[in-house]
């Protein structure tokens, strides 16, 4: 099936490092999404992008649309202990009338202090 | 504000047994999905419905049953459960501004 992946898999950053991830596919989507995970609970959405080129904030993350809509990154400022967690990116597929969400692999990131 | 609720949170079941995982939303929203997530895969899905009545399988289907008889609620059932089937299980209930998942189902197939 399709895939999204994500890089880096995983991440080991210091408070206080802004964090970059991507998430790239071979196909063209039309809206990227990207979530976020804590322990033992379900992943919350932290930002939508619907356009090409778009760039959204949401506090300290910051999300972009890539221009040739096969990519999306995340960048995360300032990082803080609570930024722990693991991050999804997702894109829905279309196939005949109905969409798809389909998930990257996702990127663990953990906080030293 | 439930949004999506998910139940139970744990349950073991034996090889063989069947189960209905509960899925319900307050949101109007027409579109829900069930997940499953394991280790370094991410989540992959199973099963989605675009309205009451209507489902579809997903990337993993095999194993797994679903009805959709009203807007809110989305059952999934394991008719016979192996131990592949162990796993942390998400319903999801989407809208254009997103999916809404609910907290989860770990399940332990022995």
Not at chain 1, 75 to 98: E, H, K, R, W
Request: glycine content about 10%.
């Amino acid at each position: 099936g399709q895939q999204l992946n994500q890089s880096p898999q995983s991440m080991f950053i210091q408070e206080g490092e802004d964090v970059s991830m991507n998430c790239t596919s071979s196909s063209i989507f039309n809206t990227w999404l990207w979530y976020k995970q804590d322990p033992g609970e379900g992943p919350v959405l932290l930002i939508a992008l619907y356009k090409a080129g778009e760039l959204t904030s949401n506090g300290r993350l910051t999300a972009q649309f890539g221009i040739t809509r096969k990519d999306s990154f995340l960048n995360i400022s300032a990082s803080i202990p609570s930024d722990v967690g693991i991050y999804f990116c997702a894109g829905p597929i279309l196939t005949g009338t109905a969409s798809k969400l389909t998930f990257g692999t996702g990127t663990r990131l953990q906080v030293t202090l | 504000n439930a949004g999506v609720t998910q139940t139970p949170k744990f349950q073991v079941l034996k090889t063989g047994q069947s189960m209905t995982l509960q899925c319900a939303q307050d949101m109007n929203h027409e579109y829900m999905s069930w997940y499953r997530q394991d280790p370094g895969m991410g989540l992959r899905l199973i099963h989605y419905s675009v309205g009451a009545g209507i489902t579809d399988q997903g990337e993993v289907p095999n194993g797994y049953n679903v009805s959709r008889s009203t807007t809110e609620d989305f059952p999934l059932r394991l008719l016979s459960a192996a131990p592949s089937q162990t796993s942390v299980y998400f319903c999801a209930s989407t809208s254009r501004g997103g999916a809404f998942f609910g907290q989860g189902t770990r399940l332990t197939v022995v």
